[in-house]
């Protein structure tokens, strides 16, 4: 369900020196934080075998990087989460506050490949949790933490044009479509923060009528 490149979502632009002293002073901020229905945390070890299970199934997985074996997922969380220190930011482990389980993983994210692209947001559920409006939360909470915490301008994301469910979510939380890579076989979404922050004032005055 990934809008990831390798995954289901996301990219950026590249961060100037100012960006990143926000950032590094950010890093605790970004560890952990709570939606309605989830608990989404920072990577721990034990974490491994349940991501797996997610990450190995390829009809869950269909549209972004299948882990063919337990080492490779485990390669690719502790990536991830050796770079919090340095970006200021690392995808959460999703949890499902009712069950007290992983069902999940997402947030912000950085190609350590791509730098160009910039930030992006990534995520992918386990296929009994899609349709629950889990994957809005996680995108939700990781632009709140983009524009209102790290001080970012820009948030990108990627999805494959047939991956409808993606291109909801992408669209529900503002983002807007760019272009289509073809070397990624993706679309190409973006949302700055100006259009983020109006959005919200949007939705939380109309809420308040």
Not at 17 to 33: F, K, Q, V
Not at 60 to 82: E, G
């Amino acid at each position: 369900m990934r809008a990831i490149k390798q995954g289901c979502t996301g990219r950026e632009r590249s961060m100037n020196p100012e960006e990143n002293s926000i950032l590094a002073g950010s890093t605790l901020a970004a560890t952990s934080r709570t939606t309605r229905h989830l608990l989404l945390r920072a990577f721990e070890p034990g974490d491994v075998d349940r991501v797996h299970a997610i990450q190995r199934d390829s009809d869950a997985m269909q549209y972004t990087w299948v882990a063919p074996d337990l080492a490779a997922t485990a390669a690719y969380l502790q990536s991830h989460a050796a770079r919090r220190a340095g970006h200021g930011f690392a995808p959460w482990i999703a949890v499902l506050r009712s069950e007290q389980r992983i069902v999940g993983y997402g947030g912000l994210y950085k190609d350590p490949a791509a730098p160009q692209w910039g930030t992006e947001v990534i995520y992918f559920l386990e296929r009994s949790c899609w349709g629950r409006g889990l994957a809005s939360e996680i995108v939700e909470a990781s632009l709140e933490l983009a524009f209102t915490e790290l001080g970012l301008r820009e948030v990108g994301a990627f999805a494959r044009p047939q991956n409808t469910r993606s291109v909801r979510v992408l669209a529900k939380a503002g983002f807007e479509r760019v272009e289509f890579l073809e070397e990624f076989e993706r679309d190409r979404f973006r949302i700055d923060a100006a259009k983020w922050r109006s959005r919200r004032l949007a939705v939380s005055t109309g809420a308040s009528r």
